[in-house]
T-cell receptor
Framework: GAGVSQSPRYKVTKRGQDVALRCDPI?????LYWYRQALGQGPEFLTY????????KSGLPNDRFSAERPEGSISTLTIQRTEQRDSAMYRC????????????FGPGTRLLVL | AQTVTQSQPEMSVQEAETVTLSCTYD???????LFWYKQPPSRQMILVIR??????QNATENRFSVNFQKAAKSFSLKISDSQLGDTAMYFC????????????FGQGTRLTINP
């Protein structure tokens, strides 16, 4: 594809509901990353994949957060039992290969938990 | 752990002026990458420029250039002939070579270009 795409672009949910955020990386990109960005702050790392393997999930804040990339392309970040503190911009990025390549970001999903 | 510090929360200059954004970082790594990303009001994250730590030559991309001082762990961004479209948040970011490839971002500098 032309760039990284994410859906939905905006998500409003009620506290306690589960949400699933989708990322479609640039075609051919091996590595996929998830970040969370609070308003006025820089993005913070959540997790990343090489192909379908989750290589590092050290940034996931707690066990309500999980991510998968079952076929090594599209990835889903799932937040269970959402809380108001989960409100943020969730960004996905992809790179051609791990370790050396620039990460290209998608437009983000803005999540608001009421 | 690596940290990235941007000490200028906000800056404002007139159109056509040159502006320099500061960034310092802390790491014990010898081989790494440094980036500047731009976030305009649309909140997209756009790569501005990238620098490999093993390269002594400073990276340039048109009106954008960096001053990379490895010993001082400093990585400033210079924007020449600033344009209204340069108005954005600018984030400095660090990435280790090999191992975990996560980006570590600074807090950002909000740059406003005035007509």
């Amino acid at each position: 594809g032309a760039g990284v795409s994410q859906s939905p672009r905006y998500k409003v949910t009620k506290r306690g509901q589960d949400v699933a955020l989708r990322c479609d990386p640039i075609s051919g990109h091996v590595s996929l990353y998830w970040y969370r960005q609070a308003l006025g702050q820089g993005p913070e790392f959540l997790t990343y994949f090489n192909y379908e393997a989750q290589q590092d999930k050290s940034g996931l804040p707690n066990d309500r957060f999980s991510a998968e990339r079952p076929e090594g392309s599209i990835s889903t970040l799932t937040i269970q039992r959402t809380e108001q503190r989960d409100s943020a911009m969730y960004r996905c990025a992809s790179s051609l290969a791990a370790g050396q390549e620039t990460q290209y970001f998608g437009p983000g999903t803005r999540l608001l938990v009421l | 752990a690596q940290t990235v510090t941007q000490s200028q929360p906000e800056m404002s200059v007139q159109e056509a002026e040159t502006v320099t954004l500061s960034c310092t970082y802390d790491t014990s790594e010898n081989n790494y990458y440094l980036f500047w990303y731009k976030q305009p009001p649309s909140r997209q994250m756009i790569l501005v420029i990238r620098q490999e730590a093993y390269k002594q030559q400073n990276a340039t991309e048109n009106r954008f250039s960096v001053n990379f001082q490895k010993a001082a762990k400093s990585f400033s961004l210079k924007i020449s002939d600033s344009q209204l479209g340069d108005t954005a948040m600018y984030f400095c970011a660090f990435m280790k070579h090999g191992g975990a490839q996560k980006l570590v971002f600074g807090q950002g500098t909000r740059l406003t270009i005035n007509p």
